[in-house]
């Protein structure tokens, strides 16, 4: 009875399932391939799966708030490509970084003010920003990649080694995690993005500007996804015009899987982070055991719908405890 | 005007359409202090609008709203809750996921601050669970999300708010929908204890037994019209009764 308890109480963590699920997989690759937890492949894992979480992070606040946002990919490869235009014409790199990330906020603001002005889903907004930012990319490249060499001050902080597995963006990763953690759990705007999630009648007759809510969650959603379009960039010293294509669905999968909602005012960025770790674990599992790459999709579709339908068991489970 | 004169509310000539509903024909509304107004009126009279533009949910189309003499504008419900007009809404605004306490401090949460202002999630613990005892209410744990409650307990809690940040009028629209007898007739003792405060309310109901009792004022609507409005020793049920069927 009392080890009961004490599971049920780990399993009302809302992480629980996906962090077992998580460790499950680990061994499961391990087992079958030793290679798979050797150190020059776990900082592999370790320094892909930041700059792909950093944009998930942002699509789940703004999950939380009841919106989607389909364009993040199509941002992740424009903004690094608007930063070689910038300097290109002679604007130093450390200011084409500032200038083209004050942009993805300016993406966001237009994706959000149409959403809530309109009233037209955010799903038709940002499939239409999508389409758009990418026709922009191929525009301005003509399809073809684009050295990206900027100042070594800003590779360091952006991408540095700090030690054997360490390096800078995954820092990057776990310090935006942790801020917009504190930020939906104690912060005043946090109560009001589940809220207008949730139920967005009742937040705004109890004073809450739902519309800016939501138009910040999507600005936030455009800056992190070409904040992570810029780690990739430069990881690959490259900016390719089709950088980050079907990122929107990696995102929208990673926060499903860590627990987040897809009708909103649900969801945690922690168990995005642990759901982006999922999914590149099995993505570069498969690759370490040699099944084809294309099964990457076939399982990583598997773990959504278990994911979600034990997460559904287990919210209801706990429901009955109560 | 002396200030004991000037009423607590007046809303004058209030129009309002939906589309090409005319919801509101040109209503007149009065709240003095320390009032209880009965507002009563068949379904769909428009007595729910009338209250959401004074609760700053929609504003009129056209009309004036004026508190303790002075016009005022609410361009929002923070407005409204800021002159202290706290509403009990019929559909219960509270968000099913969220826990009590961020419920009741919802869009007022408590913040401490470290130079970052942070919630004061025990203070608001705390507080709510106050004002849920307040009520009567026993509710152990405030971290509860609201979806586990029954729909007397999230009536109950949702009451315990309104209760909680009152200052000048409390507008309750069907607030014994949900609940039972006995919890009803406490609802009623709790209004009669706010006039006591000198705490203006309005109660909206469309059965006038639910209000009798303890209204100084009822004013009845019809398809978005006044078509009565009384002081309580001017009439009777039955001739109230009359009034929202006969219209």
Not at chain 1, 85 to 113: D, R
Not at chain 1, 156 to 162: A, F, N, Q, Y
Not at chain 2, 47 to 69: N, R
Not at chain 2, 75 to 98: C, F, H, N
Request: net charge positive.
């Amino acid at each position: 009875m009392k080890v009961g308890g004490v599971i049920l109480r780990l399993l009302k963590l809302k992480e629980a399932s996906i962090t077992i699920i998580t460790l499950a997989t680990i061994l499961f690759f391990y087992s079958l391939q030793p290679i798979f937890l050797s150190p020059s492949n776990v900082n592999t894992l370790l320094s892909i799966t930041p700059e792909l979480g950093i944009p998930a992070l942002g699509v789940t606040v703004l999950m939380i708030a009841g919106e989607f946002d389909l364009s993040i990919g199509s941002v992740f490869g424009f903004i690094p490509l608007f930063i070689t235009v910038l300097m290109e014409n002679g604007i130093s790199s450390e200011f084409a970084i500032i200038l083209a990330l004050f942009s993805s906020c300016l993406v966001g603001l237009m994706h959000g003010f149409i959403t809530v002005k309109t009233g037209i889903p955010s799903f038709i907004t940002t499939l239409g920003g999508m389409l758009i930012w990418r026709g922009v990319a191929l525009i301005i490249t003509g399809g073809q990649p684009k050295y990206f060499t900027i100042a070594p001050s800003i590779v360091k902080l952006m991408t540095g080694s700090i030690s054997k597995f360490i390096n800078m963006q995954l820092i990057w990763f776990f310090a935006i995690a942790m801020i917009l953690w504190l930020i939906l759990e104690r912060c005043r705007f946090g109560n009001w993005v589940y809220a207008t999630g949730g139920k967005k009648d009742a937040a705004r007759v109890m004073g809450i500007n739902t519309d800016m809510v939501k138009i910040l969650c999507f600005m936030l959603s455009s800056f992190l996804a070409g904040f992570g379009g810029i780690i990739q960039s430069i990881r690959l010293n490259t900016a390719l015009p089709n950088q980050g294509t079907d990122l929107e669905f990696d995102a929208i999968a990673a926060a499903v899987i860590g627990g987040t909602s897809l009708m909103g005012g649900a969801g945690t960025v922690i168990g995005t982070t642990i759901g982006e770790f999922l999914s590149r674990v099995i993505e570069n599992g498969l690759i370490i055991i040699r099944a084809p790459s294309y099964y990457f999709r076939l399982y990583i579709g598997m773990v959504v719908i278990i994911a979600v339908i034990l997460n559904f068991y287990i919210a209801k489970k706990i429901k009955r405890s109560v | 005007m002396s200030v004991k004169n000037t009423p607590l509310i007046k809303m004058v000539n209030i129009h309002k359409w939906f589309g090409r509903v005319y919801a509101l024909q040109g209503v007149d509304f009065s709240v003095n202090n320390a009032e209880v107004v009965g507002l009563v009126g068949d379904n769909g009279a428009g007595k729910s609008t009338l209250m959401k533009i004074l609760s700053g949910v929609y504003p009129p189309d056209v009309g004036e709203i004026f508190f303790e003499g002075k016009k005022v504008m609410f361009r929002s419900p923070k407005d409204a809750m800021e002159l202290g007009i706290e509403t009990l809404y019929q559909d219960i605004a509270l968000v099913p996921l969220m826990s009590i306490s961020r419920n009741f401090f919802l869009g007022r949460e408590i913040v401490k601050s470290f130079g970052l202002k942070l919630l004061d999630l025990k203070r608001m613990d705390d507080e709510s669970l106050k004002g849920l005892n307040a009520l009567g209410l026993h509710i152990a744990d405030p971290k509860v999300p609201v979806e586990n409650l029954s729909g007397g307990q999230r009536q109950g809690v949702a009451l315990a708010r309104a209760m909680y940040f009152k200052r000048r009028l409390l507008i309750l629209d069907e607030p014994t929908n949900n609940l039972s007898v006995k919890e009803s007739v406490k609802v009623l003792e709790f209004v009669t204890r706010l006039k006591e405060q000198g705490i203006s309310s309005i109660f909206v109901t469309h059965n006038i037994h639910h209000v009798y009792s303890i209204a100084d004022k009822i004013v009845v609507l019809s398809h978005g019209k006044k078509v009565g409005e009384y002081k309580k020793e001017e009439t009777s049920i039955d001739h109230i009764v009359e009034m929202i069927t006969s219209s």
